[in-house]
């Protein structure tokens, strides 16, 4: 019996901090040239309940949604928004970076 509870413990401890490890979501976007193109995609992310921060750079064609602590966003979803706007999501995936340090990274 307590073999099987700690295996349980032990389990949803991994599960919860692979689950926590993703904190942003960051895609390539293709298409997105101009600040008026970068405020519409921003403006739709941000009012995602799940949102935390929105990060885009147009040098390098990357947006970043930053989700808050315990909240997720499909992939799909996020990728669908970009879509709807007029742009093609050429890569998209989670990433263990806030919207921050990513923004950091990228002006260097």
């Not at 509870?5 to 689950?19: G, K, M, P």
């Not at 921003?42 to 995602?48: D, I």
């Not at 064609?61 to 992939?75: A, N, R, T, Y």
């Amino acid at each position: 019996m307590k073999k099987t509870i700690v295996i349980s413990l032990f389990s949803l401890f991994l599960f919860s901090n692979a689950a926590m490890a993703a904190s942003s979501i960051k895609a390539e976007v293709n298409g997105m040239v101009c600040a008026f193109c970068a405020k519409g995609i921003e403006k739709k992310l941000r009012s995602l309940p799940a949102a935390q921060d929105v990060f885009i750079d147009l040098k390098q064609h990357i947006v970043v949604l930053e989700l808050k602590d315990g909240q997720s966003v499909p992939i799909e979803q996020f990728k669908q928004i970009i879509k709807e706007a007029g742009y093609d999501v050429a890569e998209a995936k989670l990433v263990d970076q806030s919207a921050a340090s990513l923004r950091t990274e990228m002006a260097k």
